[in-house]
């Protein structure tokens, strides 16, 4: 790592580079995309964002797979801001690259052993910091990415009640599970579901230039795991029409959670509604920075119906607002009646 965070890797002379000395730099964003820029990049719809949110609420575990440069951590970090800003959320990285706007977040990075010589008990790797993260009593685990033993680690505290975050090498969800099950890793299969949602994130050619971009980013899929051997497809990007498609009414977690809380799944999908029109007003506003987001979320805590007040009248979403009936001199007044207007 040099100054700034970045990334820089080197060869010298010809010793294992034959034309001679190399280096790659890989520079990362001081700050991390936000949810909202995510959404207006179409990485993502407010929709799928609103039932990541949710989910999160919730303390379900989410995987994010894809391959070199598609976008994972970014999107990691994006969707870990929408945890709830009460929750304690420790982070695992080789490299530090998440950055929360949360008060209680607690950041490890993995140290390796350096110099001609140095002792492998000096390193501190990923599966002893996640160890360590269960003894700080945390609400989510977020792992930079998954790649050995650690991901054993992670899926244990998956069965004792915390919620995870994690990113792996894979480029779709039958070759994750192939990782997660095989050494290093080494998760047994009855854990899988542990993991609730997998999100296939790429870097894709887009039918139609997006302000003069040929290729972006795009969540591919959304799909809840079931089993090792079955999942249920949420969400999926239509590579010819640049847009998304839901089975949303379908959710197996949904009703989980539906069940969990004591609430109706129609309630819990009037909740996503709500939040749906919170990100897209968000975006409309031109609140991107991290900060600014996790203002409007913890208020959204405190006063939801409030904040979506707010959202809609400015968004001209139709509401429906209670009229006395007009009635003549003499006559009785009737009951109110309910008209649907679009605020100015």
Same mark, same amino acid.
């Given at each position: 790592?040099? !100054?700034?965070? $970045?990334?820089?890797?080197?060869?010298?002379?010809?010793?294992?580079?034959?034309?001679?000395?190399?280096?790659?730099?890989?520079? @990362?964003?001081?700050?991390?995309?936000?949810?909202?820029?995510?959404?207006?990049?179409?990485?993502?719809?407010?929709?799928?964002?609103?039932?990541?949110?949710?989910?999160?609420?919730?303390?379900?575990?989410?995987?994010?797979?894809?391959?070199?440069?598609?976008?994972?951590?970014?999107?990691?970090?994006?969707?870990?801001?929408?945890?709830?800003?009460?929750?304690?959320?420790?982070?695992?990285?080789?490299?530090?690259?998440?950055?929360?706007? $949360?008060?209680?977040?607690?950041?490890?990075?993995?140290?390796?052993?350096?110099?001609?010589?140095?002792?492998?008990?000096?390193?501190?790797?990923?599966?002893?910091?996640?160890?360590?993260?269960?003894? !700080?009593?945390?609400?989510?685990?977020?792992?930079?990415?998954?790649?050995?033993?650690?991901? @054993?680690?992670?899926?244990?505290?998956?069965?004792?009640?915390?919620?995870?975050?994690?990113?792996? $090498?894979?480029?779709?969800?039958?070759?994750?599970?192939?990782?997660?099950?095989?050494?290093?890793?080494?998760?047994?299969?009855?854990?899988?579901?542990?993991?609730?949602?997998?999100?296939?994130?790429?870097?894709?050619?887009?039918?139609?230039?997006?302000?003069?971009?040929?290729?972006?980013?795009?969540?591919?899929?959304?799909?809840?795991?079931?089993? $090792?051997?079955?999942?249920?497809?949420?969400?999926?990007?239509?590579?010819?029409?640049?847009?998304?498609?839901?089975?949303?009414?379908?959710?197996?977690?949904?009703?989980?959670?539906?069940?969990?809380?004591?609430?109706? @799944?129609?309630?819990?999908?009037?909740?996503?509604?709500?939040?749906?029109?919170?990100?897209?007003?968000?975006?409309?506003?031109?609140?991107?920075?991290?900060?600014?987001?996790?203002?409007?979320?913890?208020?959204?805590?405190?006063?939801?119906?409030?904040?979506?007040?707010?959202?809609?009248?400015?968004?001209?979403?139709?509401?429906?607002?209670?009229?006395?009936?007009?009635?003549?001199?003499?006559?009785?007044?009737?009951?109110?009646?309910?008209?649907?207007?679009?605020?100015?």
């Amino acid at each position: 790592m040099i !100054y700034g965070k $970045h990334r820089f890797v080197a060869t010298f002379k010809r010793e294992v580079t034959p034309k001679g000395s190399t280096f790659t730099i890989r520079k @990362f964003r001081e700050k991390p995309l936000s949810i909202t820029e995510l959404v207006k990049s179409h990485t993502v719809t407010a929709k799928i964002a609103a039932y990541f949110w949710l989910l999160l609420e919730n303390r379900m575990s989410i995987i994010i797979i894809g391959g070199t440069g598609a976008g994972k951590t970014t999107l990691l970090n994006g969707l870990a801001s929408l945890i709830n800003p009460a929750m304690k959320i420790c982070t695992v990285e080789e490299i530090a690259e998440l950055n929360l706007s $949360h008060e209680n977040w607690v950041q490890f990075v993995s140290r390796e052993s350096y110099g001609i010589g140095g002792a492998a008990s000096s390193a501190i790797p990923l599966f002893s910091l996640v160890k360590t993260t269960l003894r !700080y009593r945390p609400d989510y685990i977020v792992v930079g990415e998954v790649r050995g033993e650690e991901a @054993f680690v992670l899926f244990q505290a998956l069965a004792t009640g915390h919620g995870g975050m994690c990113t792996l $090498h894979a480029e779709d969800v039958d070759y994750a599970i192939k990782r997660l099950t095989s050494p290093p890793m080494n998760v047994a299969e009855v854990y899988i579901p542990l993991m609730n949602v997998v999100v296939e994130v790429e870097r894709v050619h887009l039918p139609k230039p997006v302000s003069g971009a040929t290729f972006g980013r795009r969540v591919r899929e959304v799909s809840e795991i079931i089993s $090792h051997k079955e999942f249920l497809k949420v969400f999926s990007w239509n590579p010819i029409t640049d847009e998304f498609s839901s089975r949303l009414e379908e959710s197996i977690l949904l009703r989980k959670i539906a069940l969990k809380t004591g609430k109706d @799944f129609q309630d819990l999908l009037d909740e996503i509604d709500k939040r749906e029109v919170i990100i897209r007003w968000m975006v409309e506003k031109g609140i991107f920075q991290n900060e600014d987001v996790a203002k409007v979320i913890s208020q959204y805590y405190i006063s939801p119906d409030a904040i979506y007040n707010v959202a809609s009248m400015e968004l001209a979403v139709p509401i429906k607002i209670k009229l006395p009936t007009l009635v003549q001199m003499g006559e009785n007044p009737s009951t109110e009646k309910e008209e649907s207007q679009t605020p100015s």
